[in-house]
């Protein structure tokens, strides 16, 4: 059985190719804000590449936020669009959550005006909800430096931490969240509207 994995929540344009459970193909493309031109033909070469049709993916699993309110709903419209009308699965994670794979770690990621989207997790299950915090708020965990933190750490002057976020899809299978009704899926912004303009 295939599935197709897709991120487009924060810069990178991220797919995974499943069969069985297992990557056999992936991209984690720096794209930000690009992500609506690459998705489509990175999907179909994909797809191409192993031989595939989209009428053989079985399970669509989307990325739900938090992240750009635009970027979010990229990926997340392609799933719903695909999924309601090939009557295929989908599924979801939180962003920070398929950053953070099966780590026990912070993940950390840029919300603007001087704060981050912040989730901790261990072994794939939330530890907290994710949220927002200011950048002093984030900066006050980290100087206790008992537990990683991962994703956009030049926020604090150190260097970036991504790990393969295209493997995440396979390690959180048993975290994937079933969508049972596409039309009611939105994306989980954890700010208002007016934080993104």
């Not at 984690?28 to 992500?35: E, G, I, M, V």
């Not at 070469?45 to 031989?51: A, D, G, H, I, T």
Request: glycine share 6%; proline share 3%.
């Amino acid at each position: 059985m295939y599935a197709l994995g897709m991120d487009t929540s924060h810069q990178f344009l991220v797919i995974a190719l499943l069969k069985d459970g297992r990557v056999i193909d992936s991209l984690q493309l720096a794209c930000f804000k690009h992500q609506s031109e690459y998705l489509v033909p990175e999907v179909q070469k994909m797809l191409e590449r192993n031989c595939l049709e989209v009428k053989d993916i079985e399970d669509w699993i989307v990325t739900r936020g938090p992240g750009s309110y635009t970027g979010v709903r990229i990926a997340m419209t392609m799933a719903k669009v695909v999924g309601s009308l090939e009557k295929k699965n989908i599924y979801t994670l939180s962003t920070l959550q398929l950053y953070a794979g099966k780590r026990d770690c912070y993940v950390i990621m840029d919300a603007r005006a001087k704060r981050a989207y912040i989730g901790r997790y261990r072994d794939g299950k939330a530890l907290m909800a994710d949220t927002v915090y200011p950048l002093t708020q984030v900066a006050e965990i980290m100087e206790k430096g008992d537990v990683e933190f991962m994703g956009d750490l030049h926020l604090f002057g150190k260097e970036d931490d991504y790990g393969d976020i295209a493997a995440n899809f396979a390690l959180l299978k048993d975290r994937w969240e079933k969508v049972e009704n596409p039309d009611l899926l939105v994306p989980s912004y954890l700010k208002s509207n007016e934080d993104y303009l």
